[in-house]
Each structure stands twice: as structure tokens, then as C-alpha cells.
């Protein structure tokens, strides 16, 4: 009969090699995990933007249409809803962040905000 030999010292890998690729793995995370965040916060800013310019574009063809002069106050979203495209849901699109938007009356720049203007990445049209 005959017996095989097992070498246990070839098997696997030694815990510095693991303790070495978890290392590695964690300053890729660390790297990552911040730029991520901040793309996410640019693009949902970004978005935002684009939906500001489009409800002032808006406001701007209801001020027209009604003949509203400066000064005078527009019906948030009522007045709007026929100028603007409507989301999947059938509503002004929101800011993505959460943030409510605002809108000031005719005639001032900017006719709408958002209540994120503020933050590291502003909502705000520039």
C-alpha cells in the first residue's frame, strides 16, 4: 500500500499576505470612497442646475403668455406645469439632493432657488 505525503507548509497563503492584500484593498477604498462621493454631489448638483434653468425658462415664457409684469407672483407648480417638461411621475422634476425649490417673483434674477444654494457644491445658477 502505498502512502502519500502531505506538505501542510505549501497550502494557502500566510496571514502577511493576506494582512498585506487587505492593506491594499483599504487604501484603494480610501481613495475611492471620497471621490465618489464628491462625483455624486457634483452630478446631483449638475441636475439640479438644469432643472433650475428650466423652471426659470418657465417662468419666463408664463410671465410672457399671461402677460404678468415684474413684481407680480406665479402659482407654484399650477402655472407652470404646461411649460415645462413633466418627470415620469407627472410633476415638475424635484432636486435630486431633496432639496425644495423656491420661486421668487417675476422679474428677479434668479426667478427660482433651491435650498441647497449653499452647500460645498451649490445648487444655484451661476
Not at 402659482?75 to 422634476?93: C, F, H, Q, R, V
Amino acid at each position: 500500500m502505498k502512502t502519500t505525503q502531505i506538505n501542510h507548509g505549501e497550502r494557502g497563503f500566510t496571514l502577511v499576505e493576506i494582512m498585506i492584500v487587505i492593506a491594499i484593498i483599504g487604501l484603494l477604498c480610501a481613495i475611492a470612497i471620497p471621490n465618489l462621493l464628491r462625483a455624486s454631489a457634483r452630478s446631483q448638483a449638475n441636475a439640479c442646475i438644469n432643472n433650475l434653468r428650466q423652471i426659470d425658462a418657465a417662468i419666463q415664457q408664463f410671465s410672457v403668455d399671461a402677460g404678468k409684469h415684474q413684481g407680480d407672483t406665479i402659482s407654484w407648480p399650477n402655472d407652470l406645469t404646461s411649460y415645462i417638461k413633466l418627470n415620469a411621475k407627472g410633476s415638475i422634476p424635484p432636486c435630486p439632493a431633496g432639496g425644495t425649490y423656491s420661486l421668487n417673483v417675476v422679474g428677479t434674477i434668479p426667478s427660482v432657488t433651491c435650498s441647497y444654494s449653499t452647500l460645498t457644491t451649490p445648487h444655484a445658477q451661476q
